[in-house]
C-alpha cells in the first residue's frame, strides 16, 4: 500500500549537518516534497525534487533521490536553533493526494 | 494574498455540540484538503475535493461531514463531537497548475473536546 516511513526524531548540535531520511513506496510517485512545520504552525513547503532528478541543492539544503532504494534525505548543513521544527517528507501520488510521511522532530543542542 | 485561512483557531467542545470549521483560499486552487494531526501519527486525511461541488472521503472521514459549495471555501463539520476528535485540524489547498503541485496549508485549528 502507499507508506512514507521516516524516524520520529533526531537531535544534532549547533552547526553541525542535520540529515534526514526517509522511504516511500510508490514507485510512480512524480515529486517527492520536504515540509517543514514550526511549533504552532501549519506545514510550508521546504523543497521538493522531481522523480527523474538524484539530487537538489538549494542555500543550504540538499535534497538527494535514490529510486532504485525508495528513498529520500534531506540535508541541513550548518544547522541552526531556527531549523528546530518537525519535517515532513511526502510523496504526489498518481491520484489527487499526496501522501505525508509521520514527521521527523529536529532538536538541536547547544 | 491570504493563502488559506482557517477559522477558529481555537476552540473547546462538549461532547455531543456540533460545530463546523472554516476554510478559505484565494489562490483560486481547484483541490481542497482537510487533515488531522495528532501526536505520533502525523498527518491524516480527513476528507477532500477536487471541485466545486465535489467531495470524497479521505483515510479516517467518520464522524465528520464537508461541503465545498464555493470553490474558495471548504467546510468541515462535526454533528456530535467526541473526545477522540480532540485534535488539531489542517486544511491545505493545491494547485492542477503549475509545476510544483505542492500543498499550502493553513495555521490549524486546535479543537479540544471535553
Request: aromatic residues 10%; glycine residues 8%; contains cysteine.
Amino acid at each position: 500500500g502507499e507508506d512514507v516511513e521516516q524516524s520520529l526524531f533526531l537531535s544534532v548540535r549547533e552547526g553541525d549537518s542535520s540529515v534526514i531520511n526517509c522511504t516511500y513506496t510508490d514507485s510512480s510517485s512524480t515529486y517527492l516534497y520536504w515540509y517543514k512545520q514550526e511549533p504552532g504552525a501549519g506545514l510550508q513547503l521546504l523543497t521538493y525534487i522531481f522523480s527523474n532528478m538524484d539530487m537538489k541543492q538549494d542555500q543550504r539544503l540538499t535534497v538527494l533521490l535514490n529510486k532504485k532504494d525508495k528513498h529520500l534525505s534531506l540535508r541541513i548543513a550548518d544547522t541552526q536553533t531556527g531549523d528546530s521544527a518537525i519535517y515532513f517528507c511526502a510523496e504526489s501520488m498518481m491520484n489527487d493526494k499526496i501522501i505525508f510521511g509521520k514527521g521527523t522532530r529536529l532538536h538541536i543542542l547547544p | 494574498n491570504a493563502g488559506v485561512t482557517q477559522t477558529p483557531k481555537f476552540r473547546v467542545l462538549k461532547t455531543g455540540q456540533s460545530m463546523t470549521l472554516l476554510c478559505a483560499q484565494d489562490m483560486n486552487h481547484e483541490y481542497m484538503y482537510w487533515y488531522r494531526q495528532d501526536p505520533g501519527m502525523g498527518l491524516r486525511l480527513i476528507h477532500y475535493s477536487v471541485g466545486e461541488g465535489t467531495t470524497a472521503k479521505g483515510e479516517v472521514p467518520d464522524g465528520y461531514n464537508v461541503s465545498r459549495l464555493k470553490k474558495q471555501n471548504f467546510l468541515l463539520g462535526l454533528e456530535s463531537a467526541a473526545p477522540s476528535q480532540t485534535s488539531v485540524y489542517f486544511c491545505a489547498s493545491r494547485s492542477t497548475s503549475g509545476t510544483i503541485h505542492g500543498y499550502t496549508f493553513g495555521s490549524g485549528t486546535r479543537l479540544t473536546v471535553v
